[in-house]
């Protein structure tokens, strides 16, 4: 008869799991984690061939990396260091962040593109505006960035 409870149990669990979508679990777990590792970070400033250097920057691949902040002499090497656009994943009032950062960024041509995204309470919907804008890209370098880049790295990582 125990068995049979377990059993019984292990099929609604599995009911459950089957009618959510596990990449939005997923994508909330990770999110999750995100925020409660606020302050167990190193800042680490990594530089490339070209000579900009980006704080805690991870290269996904030849046409996507994230990055914390650039600072104001930064964003102005980001087309010669041959990004296309940059994708900016926090509010423009945290401590590190550049005024103007958008037009400095279109003043070099590329395209600026802003989702502020929440620290405390990152949601499936800022994650989704995000997908939407990356699959509308063709090819190109993209940086994406926040403050320290924990929202970036995740978003980038999905």
Request: proline share 3%.
């Amino acid at each position: 008869m125990r068995g049979d409870c377990y059993l019984g149990e292990e099929k609604r669990q599995q009911g459950m799991l089957e009618g959510r979508d596990m990449k939005t679990i997923f994508v909330t777990f990770l999110l999750s984690l995100l925020a409660g590792s606020l302050h167990v970070h190193a800042d680490v400033v990594n530089s490339d061939s070209n000579g900009l250097s980006l704080l805690n920057r991870i290269d996904y691949s030849p046409s996507l990396t994230t990055s914390g902040q650039p600072t104001e002499g930064e964003l102005a090497l980001i087309a010669s260091a041959g990004f296309d656009r940059i994708i900016f994943l926090a509010f423009t009032n945290h401590p590190k962040a550049v005024a103007h950062e958008d037009d400095i960024v279109r003043d070099q041509g590329l395209q600026f593109i802003h989702i502020p995204v929440e620290w405390e309470s990152p949601s499936q919907a800022d994650f989704a505006a995000f997908a939407a804008i990356m699959h509308t890209f063709g090819s190109g370098k993209t940086l994406v960035h926040c403050e320290v880049n924990f929202r970036a790295s995740v978003f980038g990582f999905l």
